[in-house]
């Protein structure tokens, strides 16, 4: 099976923009965790979609925004970015709502 | 406030040695805990422990879970500079979230 993916691989916006990221899970995969990697915070979990619903959400501001589409694919949005959104953004897939997260390689975003 | 923590944050050991990282958590409605290694990208499987006193083996590493006192270590012996990379525990909450530590950053020298 094809893993995780998630494009674009890289990205530079500037403040004030918006973003939007997209996550392919491995097929099968119903569930879709979307985390932001920074090196001062290490990784933290943004939402967990799973059959199309938002199950749970981490402790980020309104401004970041998901969804799941009826094939499990995955987008988060970032709006009104600002300089501190710079990080590795990675997705994880599994196949229900519990076990094992395989990550995708994740999409840099660079916030100028 | 739920949270993982990894020791030490940082190692450097020469080639041949065998290491051990640590990781302690306290997390609500706990389910099992995760390793992963992460290279320069994204972190990929290790072990998945969910019964206590169980230790799961893959070649050299090695990991175990404690949950009287909420920790788990991963060993592994006859390091090689393959093996320098980040590793990351996580805590699975409930069914869904996981609650990842800072990481223990690796370095393996020849």
């Known amino acids: 099976k094809a893993g995780v993916t998630q494009t674009p691989r890289y990205l530079i916006k500037t403040r004030g923009q918006q973003v939007t990221l997209s996550c392919s899970p491995i097929?099968?995969?119903?569930?879709v965790s979307w985390y932001q990697q920074t090196p001062g915070q290490g990784l933290q979990f943004l939402f967990e979609?799973?059959?199309?619903?938002?199950?749970n959400k981490g402790n980020f501001p309104g401004r970041f925004s998901g969804r799941q589409f009826s094939n499990s694919r995955s987008e988060m949005n970032v709006s009104t970015l600002e300089l501190g959104d710079s990080a590795l953004y990675l997705c994880?897939?599994?196949?229900?709502?519990?076990?094992?997260?395989?990550f995708g390689p994740g999409t840099r975003l660079l916030v100028l | 406030e739920d949270k993982v923590v990894q020791s030490p944050l940082s190692l450097v050991v020469h080639e041949g040695d065998t290491v051990t990282l640590n990781c302690s958590y306290e997390v609500t409605n706990f389910r099992s805990l995760l390793w992963y290694k992460q290279e320069k990208k994204a972190p990929t499987f290790l072990f998945m422990l969910?019964?206590?006193?169980i230790e799961k083996k893959s070649g050299r590493l090695s990991s175990i879970l404690d949950k009287k006192e909420l920790f788990s270590i991963l060993n592994i012996t006859a390091t090689q500079t393959g093996d320098s990379a980040v590793y990351l525990c996580?805590?699975?909450?409930?069914?869904?979230?996981?609650?990842f530590g800072q990481g223990t950053r690796l370095t393996i020298n020849p």
């Open positions: 996580a805590a699975i909450q409930g069914a869904q979230k996981l609650v």
């Open positions: 979609y799973f059959s199309e619903t938002q199950r």
């Open positions: 994880a897939s599994r196949e229900t709502g519990e076990g094992t997260q395989y």
């Open positions: 969910t019964s206590s006193g």
């Open positions: 097929s099968g995969h119903r569930s």
